[in-house]
């Protein structure tokens, strides 16, 4: 088992470290911008990346390109929702999204405002369509970016740390213990439980104002 988890490890430790930050960056900038964050598995991508950590410079280099790549894809989701507005919504792209959660992001952001943004880095849909709603608001773009940048720095330390602990852990077991594997597949698996149960009790907590048909 050991030999699987060391070829893996091993080879995308292989891979350039200048490229492993740029594929993690355009992964983050694909994900948050327009609707492309429903193919993009960003999140797995830096999980990966966050494997071949070696040291402080390297998870910090990482992570600034995370952050910068999940903040020029919102950016861009914003700036094309302020120049074309509805035609997103009307395109065939927008429509595979639903009218519905189009309806609710709006609603969300009209009764929660800046926090909407923050919150919708982590939840699913949201996170790639509320900037392009934020874009065809009154909010100006300084004002969303303040409230998305703690979001997305949030974001990219929890991944990062989350696969450079397991990978961590693995190196330092693997030659006491065989099934050592099974540890850094564990601390994936509680780690991506513990993020999917906070999910869902933010969905579920913010849910009644998405909810057009609920009153305040």
Not at 37 to 56: C, E, K, M, R
């Amino acid at each position: 088992m050991n030999e699987f988890f060391n070829w893996i490890l091993g080879t995308v430790h292989s891979v350039d470290p200048t490229l492993r930050v740029l594929l993690a960056a355009l992964a983050m900038l694909f994900e948050t911008s327009i609707l492309l964050g429903l193919i993009v598995p960003g999140d797995s991508v830096v999980l990966v990346a966050s494997t071949a950590v070696n040291g402080p410079v390297e998870f910090v280099s990482l992570a600034i390109a995370v952050i910068v790549g999940s903040l020029t894809g919102e950016s861009i989701g914003f700036w094309l929702g302020h120049v074309f507005g509805p035609r997103i919504r009307r395109s065939k792209l927008g429509q595979r999204i639903g009218e519905k959660n189009w309806v609710r992001a709006e609603t969300y952001l009209e009764r929660r405002g800046g926090i909407a943004v923050a919150i919708s880095r982590f939840l699913p849909v949201f996170h790639s369509l509320v900037p392009v709603v934020v874009g065809t608001s009154a909010m100006r773009y300084r004002v969303f970016i303040a409230w998305t940048i703690p979001a997305c720095t949030i974001w990219a330390v929890t991944y990062i740390s989350v696969g450079a602990f397991a990978a961590g852990s693995y190196r330092k077991l693997q030659g006491q213990l065989q099934w050592a594997g099974l540890v850094f597949v564990g601390i994936i698996a509680v780690a991506l439980v513990v993020i999917f149960l906070i999910r869902k009790a933010i969905e579920r907590r913010e849910s009644r104002h998405m909810d057009p048909a609920d009153t305040e």
